[in-house]
């Protein structure tokens, strides 16, 4: 392993913590959908917070074990929300399209 690889998961690790301290303070991705769900938010507000949301990097695997565990705070809950029926597809594209900037 180089330094350069060192400091790289350093970083990473150093910013999953940021994120996972403001994710400790503030609603995750899955409760603003349920806040949608429940009319607490407009659609206009769940978009752009969503779009806005600092997420945690989703785990990758070793390669050899497939099983991954996300945390809380990774994309992966907003595409659970489509899948539970806390947010429609159209809203959940839109918030994909703003996110990734291919408008």
């Not at 910013?15 to 429940?38: F, M, T, V, W």
């Not at 594209?93 to 990734?100: G, L, Q, S, V």
């Amino acid at each position: 392993m180089t330094d350069h690889d060192a400091d790289s998961i350093v970083e990473r690790a150093l910013q999953d913590r940021i994120r996972r301290h403001l994710n400790e303070k503030s609603p995750g991705p899955r409760e603003l959908c349920q806040q949608y769900a429940n009319g607490h938010l407009t659609r206009a507000d769940l978009i752009d917070q969503l779009t806005r949301y600092p997420y945690v990097e989703t785990p990758t695997t070793d390669g050899y074990d497939s099983l991954i565990v996300d945390p809380p705070g990774t994309w992966s809950e907003v595409s659970a929300a489509v899948r539970s029926g806390l947010i429609a597809d159209d809203v959940y594209e839109e918030i994909y399209t703003r996110r990734h900037k291919l408008n």
